[in-house]
Nanobody
Framework: QVQLVESGGGSVQAGGSLRLSCAAS????????WGWFRQAPGKEREGVAT???????TYAESVKGRFTIAADSANTTLNLQMNSLKPEDTAMYYC??????????????WGQGTQVTVSS
């Protein structure tokens, strides 16, 4: 059973930055695909960024060039650095993990979520 705990959300003005962290237990570095998803009120959940079992990363088009995802092997932490934030980035952000490759899309483990609010 994998447990994921997110932290780092908050409120920021447009153009600002936030850093989200996801702590995983037990150790899943390079054995799981994991990533960040978000869901805004009234909208479907969408993928933001993922790190695959081989370390490769993918990003949603809407966040490319602004967000950076990185897995910390020492602490089994998945970080999402969010720069140049926009009001449309406002959402609940969730960390998720899958024992398979990311392309399988089988994210069976989810954190409780952390709120990100960007004001204009």
């Amino acid at each position: 059973q994998v447990q994921l705990v997110e932290s780092g959300g908050g409120s920021v003005q447009a153009g600002g930055s936030l850093r989200l962290s996801c702590a995983a237990s037990p150790y899943i570095y390079r054995t799981y695909c994991w990533g960040w998803f978000r869901q805004a009120p009234g909208k479907e959940r969408e993928g933001v960024a993922t790190v695959d079992r081989d370390g490769s990363t993918t990003y949603a088009e809407s966040v490319k060039g602004r967000f950076t995802i990185a897995a910390d092997s020492a602490n089994t932490t998945l970080n999402l650095q969010m720069n140049s934030l926009k009001p449309e980035d406002t959402a609940m952000y969730y960390c998720a993990a899958s024992p398979g490759w990311c392309r399988m899309g089988d994210f069976g483990y989810w954190g409780q979520g952390t709120q990100v609010t960007v004001s204009s």
